[in-house]
């Protein structure tokens, strides 16, 4: 198994990309091999450097692939950073140095799943507000390509019935993905991943890897604070990462809600306990409970367990398998 952490840090700055100067603000994620707590401080500290700054007197051009590569070198580890220069948009960096840009989108919609058992409530005619974030290649598009080429799918899509367009007859997030995938590929070089966001709480991606699909849910626990007894508590999240093909007669690579069943005995033995007295956990911090599961949830798709502590900083578990999620 491999664990890398990831923490979270913002900065407030103005930069001017055309003839306006103006203010944002940034935030900035890093994935890295290293303690929660030293990658939370590195990164706070970098961050800081930026704060209440005018980046055009910093950089020649200041735009989101000049920063992340600027926060890429201080940070002097190896690390995967993703930078947020407004809600919807934003740059990632690998840690090959490979960087895509990314749109954050969405659509309200209604559909059925034809094919699931009877009396399965995706059977029947609902609808859901759909996210979708769009990557590529920084080198062959940007965030303006990437808008261009969204908005006639979007126009499509839009308070449409999903089953009523040609390829999505069985329309589950995950045929979702490869849909748009191949739709978006056909006009705009580059393309990289889609990712539909289901609900708030699970969704598909598909990318050059193949399908990747997560289910989340947060559990209430406490943790001990130091030796002197003390305890604190967090409102852990828990996400749940499966890769593998679509069932051809389903449409899924695993029902969501039998994913939540199935975890359903082990978010009981963490939500609303003390963690250090779950028999066998060898650590509390969120990689021990990554680790603490990925030794006892038994499921053939799964790949990647992510434990965090808060909404953005926590412990990313890969698992030992052939063919494991690798983003």
């Known amino acids: 198994m491999r664990t890398l952490h990831i923490a979270k840090a913002g900065f407030e700055a103005a930069r001017s990309l055309s003839a306006m100067t103006h203010g944002h603000s940034f935030s900035v994620t890093a994935k890295a091999d290293l303690p929660l707590a030293d990658l939370r401080a590195r990164l706070g500290t970098l961050c800081a450097a930026l704060n209440y700054s005018d980046l055009n007197t910093r950089f020649a051009c200041p735009d989101d692939l000049t920063l992340i590569r600027h926060l890429a070198c201080e940070l002097a580890v190896p690390a995967a950073l993703s930078l947020r220069s407004a809600p919807d948009r934003g740059v990632e960096l690998n840690a090959e140095g490979q960087a895509q840009v990314w749109l954050k989108t969405g659509f309200e919609a209604a559909h059925w ?35 261009k080429a969204w908005q006639p799918l979007h126009a499509l899509l839009q308070h449409g019935t999903l089953n009523r367009i040609a390829g999505l007859e069985n329309p589950t997030s995950e045929v979702l993905a490869c849909w748009l995938f191949a739709a978006l590929s056909t006009c705009l070089p580059g393309m990289v991943a889609v990712e539909v966001f289901e609900t708030a709480t699970a969704g598909s991606r598909f990318d050059d890897q193949g399908l990747r699909i997560w289910k989340e849910q947060r559990f209430e626990a406490a943790v001990p604070f130091d030796e002197s007894g003390r305890y604190t508590g967090h409102s852990f999240l828990v996400r749940l990462h499966l890769a593998g093909v679509i069932d051809p007669a389903q449409g899924w690579v695993r029902d969501f809600g039998e994913v939540k069943a199935l975890f359903k005995p082990w978010y009981a033995a963490l939500d609303h306990h003390a963690l250090d007295r779950l028999p066998g956990i060898a650590s509390t911090d969120c990689a021990g409970i990554a680790r603490y599961l990925a030794e006892r949830f038994a499921l053939d798709e799964l790949v990647r367990i992510d434990i965090l502590e808060n909404a953005h900083e926590g412990a990313l578990l890969w698992l030992d398998k052939a063919g494991a999620c690798t983003r």
Request: proline residues 6%; aromatic residues 2%.
């Open 113 to 147: 799943l034809p094919h699931v058992p009877e009396g399965h409530q995706c059977g029947r005619l609902h609808g859901h507000g759909f996210g979708v974030r769009l990557l590529a290649d920084a080198n062959q598009a940007d965030v303006a390509a990437l808008e």
